[in-house]
């Protein structure tokens, strides 16, 4: 009856699993979950429901979950954007609705109490954040639920920004973070994410899946590259920025950094991911 699937995909455990997968994995009882919405500017998505426990990824605000069990402050559930499972402090989330109408376009933005930038601010957005906004006051949109967020740091929900690279650019000396997806910190394939979505595309959240996933694959070699490539190692991703430029986040700067990719190729080969695997591009836009 159980087949072998993906677990960072799968919502099922031993005692309680998705009621699609009924039939499909074993578990004590099915649950079809609850749609819920990330209130809060960011919140750490665990493999397991403790403190201590390992940070998988990030969500922030405006982000759509199904929630599978709500159980001693953790929330048991699959992220909308990319089907990550995981756990979540329950008091990240609120109700579904109203759904989001802006995101944020700045690398972060502040939340104020008052549409005047003198206010004490209450919290921060990062970069990709959504909210829904209620009205325009003056300079501001003020937040269904409270607050107001200065307008132009923000863009309609369905705008995009094609070049990605670009994002990244904007993101360089931000540390680096295993785990991470915000504009404060980021590990290699959360960047590669979050660039990819200010351009409207979907993508996966780690390495792996990304280069099984994106675009297809270049023929080996390291001539021919352009901008918006990806260069794969085995748990390891790159974006060029042009011909011989890489940006990537990673652990030898602790930040994302760009750096000539012959540079990175030795190091990377020599101290940690060994060799690239492959190379990946994107299909030009229809």
């Not at 677990?7 to 499909?24: I, M, N």
């Not at 070049?163 to 960047?191: H, I, K, M, N």
Request: aromatic share 8%; hydrophobic share 40%; net charge negative.
């Amino acid at each position: 009856m159980t087949e072998t699937r993906d677990p960072r995909l799968t919502p099922a455990r031993p005692d309680l699993a998705d009621s699609r997968l009924d039939g499909v994995v074993a578990a004590e009882r099915y649950v079809a979950g609850e749609p819920a919405r990330v209130i809060v500017p960011s919140a750490p998505l665990r493999r397991a429901p403790r403190l201590e426990a390992g940070l998988d990824t990030e969500v922030v605000r405006g982000d759509a979950v199904t929630v599978y069990e709500i159980r001693d402050g953790f929330a048991w559930v699959q992220i909308r954007r990319d089907g990550y499972v995981g756990y979540l402090p329950d008091a990240a989330l609120g109700p579904p609705d109203p759904a989001p109408t802006h995101k944020v376009s700045a690398l972060r933005t502040f939340v104020y109490p008052a549409p005047d930038l003198k206010r004490p601010h209450l919290a921060y957005l990062s970069l990709g954040a959504a909210f829904a906004a209620e009205a325009r006051e003056g300079e501001y949109w003020r937040l269904a639920g409270g607050g107001y967020v200065f307008a132009g740091h923000a863009v309609s929900l369905d705008a995009r920004e094609p070049d990605f690279a670009g994002t990244a650019e904007r993101l360089v000396g931000t540390p680096y973070l295993w785990g991470g997806r915000t504009s404060l910190g980021l590990d290699c394939s959360g960047l590669v994410q979050l660039c990819l979505e200010t351009a409207g595309l979907a993508c996966p959240r780690d390495a792996d899946q990304q280069e099984r996933d994106l675009g297809e694959a270049l023929p080996p070699g390291l001539d021919g590259l352009r901008r918006g490539d990806f260069v794969f190692w085995k748990g390891h991703v790159g974006m060029m920025l042009d011909a011989e430029r890489l940006i990537h986040a990673n652990g030898h700067h602790m930040a994302v950094a760009v750096e000539p990719l012959s540079q990175a190729v030795e190091r990377i080969a020599a101290k940690s991911y060994g060799a690239v695997t492959s190379i990946r591009r994107l299909a030009p836009p229809a």
